[in-house]
């Protein structure tokens, strides 16, 4: 896939997801990345004038790794100081946005059971935080 961006988004998923899990981990950490509203495009018009969000300006590319891999990765992007957000294994079994922050909260962060985490920043240093994982199939 070729590009024009400078930039990277990507959002690193455990393989070990239900296909629901999968869906609901990527779209909670696109928000995360999304609340850099420089990312965002122009809000959408149809041809009757029905107005639609905006949308990131770039793709967003979805890849998926072990458990292993995802800790790896995650320490690599906090090393080098790239924008973050991260699922932990307990947001499944919390109900809203203060208790989420809780759970996160609670553990120190190499001992977050991450499920997925989403990252920005300059193509090749997502590259090298996503190395060894693969894109989502």
Same mark, same amino acid.
């Given at each position: 896939?070729?590009?024009?961006?400078? &930039?990277?988004?990507?959002?690193? $998923?455990?393989? *070990?997801?239900?296909?629901?899990?999968?869906?609901?981990?990527? /779209?909670?950490?696109?928000?995360?990345? /999304?609340?850099?509203?420089? $990312? #965002?495009?122009?809000?959408? /018009?149809?041809?009757? =004038? &029905?107005?639609? #969000?905006?949308?990131?300006?770039?793709?967003?590319?979805?890849?998926? =790794?072990?458990?292993?891999?995802?800790?790896?990765?995650?320490?690599?992007?906090?090393?080098? =100081? #790239?924008?973050?957000?991260?699922?932990? /294994? *307990?947001?499944?079994? &919390?109900?809203?946005? &203060? *208790?989420?922050?809780?759970?996160?909260?609670?553990?120190?962060?190499?001992?977050?059971?991450?499920?997925?985490?989403?990252?920005?920043?300059?193509?090749?240093?997502?590259?090298?935080?996503?190395? =060894?994982?693969?894109?989502?199939?």
């Amino acid at each position: 896939m070729c590009s024009k961006f400078d &930039t990277k988004i990507a959002v690193l $998923l455990r393989e *070990d997801l239900e296909p629901w899990q999968r869906l609901n981990v990527c /779209a909670f950490l696109s928000s995360g990345i /999304a609340a850099n509203a420089e $990312l #965002l495009g122009a809000p959408y /018009a149809d041809a009757d =004038g &029905t107005q639609y #969000l905006p949308m990131f300006r770039q793709p967003v590319l979805v890849f998926e =790794g072990d458990k292993e891999l995802m800790g790896t990765a995650h320490a690599r992007a906090l090393r080098r =100081g #790239l924008p973050t957000a991260v699922f932990t /294994a *307990d947001l499944f079994h &919390t109900g809203n946005d &203060t *208790d989420n922050r809780a759970a996160v909260a609670a553990l120190p962060g190499a001992e977050l059971d991450l499920v997925g985490f989403a990252v920005h920043g300059p193509r090749n240093g997502v590259d090298k935080v996503l190395k =060894g994982a693969s894109l989502h199939r």
